[in-house]
């Protein structure tokens, strides 16, 4: 009990280990989810916000690229206007040195000036007015301010102090007149502004100030004018030698700008400042208003050129909102993050929902584990219960034997069978779970040695034979010819197998026959392929039928598989009758393939399986219905058993049945060829012995039914008959009569005619003239054919009358075996009086008896206790025991002369070992039968031909080496230590039967 | 009367080898050799065991002695006895007796001395009590031959 728990251990600590390694392979580290959740998340976020910021970007050159184009555009149209005003004034400067200077008496007076500046300043709209400043020196005052009748003035129009020069307004235009009289030279930026218009002869700007009449900030203009006309490249003297006076114009930058932008569309937009930069520290504004507003965070600078070198202006553009918040931007970066975010959440719970369906997996997999170790534990415990209820089984079995063996009174003895038979199906029953639990527990391993398929089937088939006899069933077996006589397989399982599928048929049929047949499996399949009909599994019809007509089947009955009728049965035999005779070739190719497939049905004519229960058929412990095992018995598990067999087996168990016509349960099996040479040497062991006294014998039998004589011709072909099939015995007859008449040809020349009771019965011969044909062909003949009569079940009228009418040879009883076949016709026809293999004739014991019984025997064995108890039991039938303690004793007494009749020689000795004692005791004898050849007799033993003492190896463990050892040196045989009396009658039997013909 | 306790004492016999093939003491072979006494030899299995009992202790003797002796054990010559302990065994059916030997067969066979000695140990174990049990049971046979013995009389 230790071992068992200690295995269960293991089996856990197994399954704890698969776990374990199981585990590491999970695809997503849980732990990491939320962290790579976070990661996305973040990943996402940053995405989105290097879009955004990209996007943004774009928005924002886009809006400088349109700032920097309206501001440069806006520069551009107020320079070019402001040139044109210049050039203007530059043309009027020219016109005024023309007309006022040239021109003497000059052609200009203020009239004419104001006039012509009215009329010409719609050239000039940037320009309030213009005006010319006449300079005068010093000296030249007082004449001047007589000529105008006006004294200078300063700009705060007071009388001019006196000065170097003066620059009094002359003409002036209307808009500007009360500048008249002014010295422009006492203003400090008009001043400089001459001052410096006069060396460069340019255009000269001031810096803006407000205007005087107006508060608007502007700049005034000046240009010279000069009294002659400047030689090229004139110098700086000379410039101011040459001139005369100034023409000024007041620049209204403000309203100027202000009209300029009006015309511009998206003026409102932006903001535009003006900057006078000439002193770069400090910018005067030139337009626009001094404190900062609109969007500081983005501007434009556009250099201005007003023409004059000196001073330099720029523009100021910038927005006047600040830039709109980028809703589509906006809304696309968050969509975008959405989705991302979505997306991760979508991964993420794809994640939590593997892991989750990992857990289950993992959960359902150690489920899965315990439910498997469950099982194979409860398979274990199955076996072990089986086991252990097994052997007080034993003993109460054997107890049971050892009080019927007691006095009992009759009521006593009944009662311990009854608890005998109960205690044998109990074990049975056991057997089989032990069986399907040793299957479940994948325990049960098949053998592979070579036996004889035939005789296990005529075995299976002997132990139902009482049965189907009572029952009145036919039984039979069929194998083809194409079966190899020895294969390799596990006889025991296919012997259980079929035991199983024929003890149903017998269980469930009680009219008309079981048939079991074995072909090999591929031709088998080929034809009945090719001829099956669509077969309905429990059609109707079948029923119909089954009245009157009479199936071409064994018994007549119908047969749920139509294929196995005689349709195909026949062609089954002629293809193989075909392939035997002609092509050797198609035999060759069959040879080299190693394994044969071997294809058995079993096919009954009883109650069917219901339709409903088919399918659960192999189903263990599941009966076609619970009625079933009330009213037949049985556990349902051999059905299961089968299956897991044939299936070991390499083949497949299937079955076709149609309820209240029968069932064909059919399997297929691979077995091993064996080898031709091996199989010669195993032959004997293998198979019981047919007796071939019966070769070349010939016989005709007598059935209207084909299937049925197909089967009795194959066992009498195992046994070397010739057969010739009729279906009268008016035939028979005539087949006899005839070569009977035609002797000389020696042609077939029956020694038998079997004749089905059927045909005798039923069949429209009569017997009585069947014997008067045989008594007129008598004269002819050597010797009457022996007439045997074959039948499933015969009473005791129908056997009179049956002797009375020529059958008086004998009966042979269903089901047909070829070795029971034999011993009758051995009874019949007497050849060799020798007895039969003895299961068929005696019960084993009785059998021993008779065999043992007066033979000297000599036991040889080292072991006091095993001598005793060997002596013992050979001496409980009957032998002469002498009992030899070692080889060396043995050898002694086996001396030639001598009179045993056999040695038992137990292999295990010390000194000398069996194998070694047998092979002097061989030696000795070859060497006393070479002196009889060589003519020198030794008294007394004259008679025996050769000397040669049976020896039979005792041995615990019988394992083929050893029993090859022992046939090795010599030994005849082997019996298992201790003695059973099944085991010591095979081994005694084989060479004891043949003494008493050998040895009168 | 004593009809009745024939009866018994075969009651008593059957149920004390009921018990032993229950334990596994004994097996089939055992019944076997109860099958081989006849009239021819009535005595055959308390003969056949009594040699077994003999040769046993001798065997068991000479186990001891081989293990026992420290310096050497002729492990060869301890697996020939053990042989035919386990054959002698086997062969009256002495089933545990003989599961035992081979247990003890295959630590001798591995040179395992303390698997040896603990096997003799067991063995002598085993040994005792099939010795034990077996003497009862002839003791009851005795008992019940003596009692059907005394009834013979009676019925003639």
């Not at chain 1, 502007?218 to 006309?229: A, S």
């Not at chain 1, 090229?232 to 006076?245: F, H, K, L, M, V």
């Not at chain 1, 205690?423 to 069986?435: M, P």
Request: net charge neutral; glycine share 6%.
């Amino acid at each position: 009990m230790g071992l068992k728990v200690q295995s269960h251990h293991s089996v856990a600590v197994r399954l704890t280990e698969q776990l374990g390694t199981k585990r590491k392979y999970t695809l997503i580290n849980r732990a990491w989810l939320p962290k790579m959740l976070m990661l996305w998340i973040m990943v996402v976020a940053f995405v989105s916000s290097v879009f955004y910021d990209g996007m943004d970007a774009e928005n924002k050159v886009r809006r400088k690229e349109v700032l920097v184009s309206m501001c440069d555009q806006r520069a551009r149209m107020l320079q070019d206007q402001f040139s044109v005003s210049v050039n203007h004034v530059h043309a009027l400067a020219i016109l005024v040195s023309t007309f006022h200077y040239y021109k003497i008496p000059s052609a200009i007076d203020q009239e004419t000036f104001a006039e012509y500046t009215a009329r010409t300043a719609f050239e000039r709209p940037l320009l309030s007015g213009v005006a010319y400043a006449q300079r005068v020196v010093d000296s030249e005052r007082g004449e001047f301010e007589r000529q105008h009748g006006w004294t200078i003035r300063t700009m705060k129009r007071e009388p001019s102090p006196i000065r170097d020069e003066y620059a009094p307004v002359v003409f002036s235009q209307e808009t500007v007149s009360y500048i008249e009289s002014l010295d422009m030279m006492s203003g400090e930026e008009d001043r400089e502004n001459i001052l410096r218009a006069r060396a460069t002869g340019k255009a000269v700007l001031t810096s803006p100030f407000r205007l005087l009449g107006s508060h608007h900030l502007g700049v005034v203009l000046t240009f010279p004018v000069y009294k002659i006309k400047l030689p090229p490249n004139p110098s700086e003297e000379e410039r101011i030698e040459a001139t005369a006076g100034y023409l000024g114009g007041a620049f209204d930058v403000e309203s100027l700008v202000e009209n300029l932008l009006g015309q511009l569309a998206g003026n409102q937009a932006i903001v535009v400042n003006v900057y006078d930069i000439t002193n770069c520290s400090d910018p005067l504004i030139m337009y626009g208003r001094q404190y900062q507003d609109g969007d500081m965070s983005l501007n434009h600078v556009s250099m201005l050129d007003f023409g004059d070198p000196f001073r330099k202006h720029q523009m100021i553009c910038r927005y006047l909102q600040k830039a709109p918040i980028p809703w589509t931007t906006l809304n696309t970066t968050f969509l975008f993050f959405v989705i991302g975010l979505l997306l991760g959440y979508i991964l993420y719970g794809a994640a939590i929902h593997i892991v989750k369906v990992e857990d289950d997996f993992h959960e359902m997999q150690e489920l899965k584990f315990r439910a498997e170790s469950a099982d194979i534990a409860k398979s274990q415990f199955l076996a072990t219960v089986s086991h252990e209820i097994r052997t007080p089984m034993n003993g109460i079995l054997g107890m049971l034997a050892l009080l019927l063996d007691t006095d009992l009174s009759s009521t006593q003895r009944d009662y311990a069978q009854t608890a005998q038979a109960c205690g044998k199906a109990l074990i049975t029953l056991i057997n089989e779970v032990l069986d399907r639990a040793k299957i479940e527990a994948g325990k049960l391993e098949l053998e592979a040695v070579p036996f004889d398929l035939r005789s296990i089937l005529d075995d299976v088939l002997s132990l139902f034979s009482e049965k189907s006899r009572h029952k009145g069933i036919e039984l039979a077996v069929f194998v083809s010819d194409k079966v190899p006589d020895i294969v390799m397989g596990d006889p025991g399982r296919f012997r259980q197998v079929v035991t199983n599928l024929v003890g149903n048929s017998v269980k469930f049929t009680e009219r008309g026959h079981i048939f079991v047949q074995v072909h090999l499996a591929e031709p088998a399949k080929a034809i009945m392929d090719a001829k099956s009909e669509t077969c309905l599994n429990g059609g109707s019809e079948g029923i119909v039928l089954s009245g009157g007509c009479q199936f071409k089947t064994l018994s007549g009955c119908e047969a749920a598989d139509d294929r196995n009728s005689w349709d195909t049965f026949k062609n089954l035999i002629a293809d193989e009758q075909f392939r035997v005779d002609t092509s050797n070739k198609v035999m060759i190719t069959d040879e080299t393939s190693q394994n044969v497939t071997l294809m058995v049905c079993v096919e009954d004519t009883g109650i069917g399986i219901p339709l409903h229960a088919q399918e659960r058929v192999f189903t263990p412990f599941m009966q076609a219905d619970s009625s079933t095992s009330r009213n037949y018995g049985g556990t349902g598990i051999g059905l299961s058993i089968s299956k897991c067999l044939v299936e070991l087996m390499g083949g497949h168990i299937n079955f076709i049945s149609r309820p209240h016509v029968g069932s064909t349960f059919s399997f297929t099996a691979v077995f091993r060829r064996c080898e031709k040479n091996v199989s010669g040497d195993l032959k004997k062991p293998l198979s019981d012995d047919l007796p071939t006294g019966f070769k070349g014998l010939k016989a005709i039998v007598v059935d209207g039914k084909p299937v049925r004589a197909a089967v009795t011709r194959y066992h009498l072909k195992r046994l070397g008959i010739v057969v010739e099939i009729v279906g009268s015995i008016r035939m028979a007859v005539a087949i006899s009569g005839k070569n009977g008449s035609l002797r000389s040809k020696n042609e077939m020349q029956p020694d038998m005619i079997l004749v089905e009771k059927d045909s005798w019965i039923y069949g429209d011969d009569s017997s009585v003239n069947l014997r008067l044909l045989d008594w007129e062909k008598n004269g002819h003949t050597f010797k009457l054919p022996k007439m045997i009569l074959l039948a499933t079940n015969i009473n005791s009228a129908e056997f009179e009358k049956a002797k009375a009418e020529g059958f008086a040879d004998t009966v042979i009883m269903k089901p047909l075996r070829a070795s029971m076949v034999a011993a009758c016709l051995q009874q019949v026809l007497g050849i060799g009086k020798k007895t039969l293999q003895g299961r068929d004739m005696l019960n084993g014991s009785a059998f021993l008896r008779s065999l043992l019984c007066g033979k000297k025997i000599l036991v040889v064995d080292d072991n006091q206790v095993n001598r005793r108890v060997a002596a013992g039991a050979l001496k409980k039938f009957g032998a002469d025991v002498v009992c030899a303690k070692s080889g060396k004793a043995a050898l002694s007494l086996l001396q030639v002369p001598h009179n045993f009749d056999a040695c038992f020689m137990d292999i295990q000795m010390p000194e000398m070992d069996g194998f070694e004692a047998t092979r002097r005791i061989r030696m000795m004898e070859s060497e006393a039968n070479e002196q009889i050849k060589g003519g020198s007799t030794i008294e007394g033993i004259s008679k025996k031909a050769q000397w040669h003492v049976p020896i039979l190896a005792m041995t615990a463990d019988v394992i083929h080496a050893t029993y090859d050892e022992c046939l090795k040196c010599g030994m005849d045989g082997y019996v298992s230590k201790p003695f059973e009396e099944e085991n010591l009658y095979q081994a005694v039997a084989k060479f004891f039967e043949s003494k008493p013909i050998l040895d009168p | 009367m004593l009809g009745f306790g024939e009866d018994r004492l075969r009651a008593d016999m059957n149920r004390l080898l009921a018990l032993l093939f229950h334990q596994g003491v004994l097996d089939e072979q055992f019944l076997q050799l109860q099958q081989l006494q006849d009239e021819t030899s009535p005595n055959f299995v308390s003969e056949v065991v009594n040699i077994y009992f003999q040769e046993s202790e001798k065997l068991l003797r000479n186990l001891r002695e081989l293990l026992l002796d420290r310096e050497f054990s002729d492990y060869k010559k301890m697996g020939i006895h053990l042989n035919q302990f386990m054959g002698s065994s086997s062969s009256i059916g002495a089933n545990r007796v003989r599961n035992v030997c081979v247990a003890f067969r295959a630590a001798s066979e591995q040179n395992n001395r303390p698997g040896c000695l603990r096997a003799l140990e067991l063995l002598e174990h085993e040994y005792c009590y099939l010795k034990n049990k077996l003497h009862e049971l002839f003791q009851i046979e005795q008992q019940r031959v003596l009692a059907a013995g005394v009834r013979y009389p009676m019925q003639n």
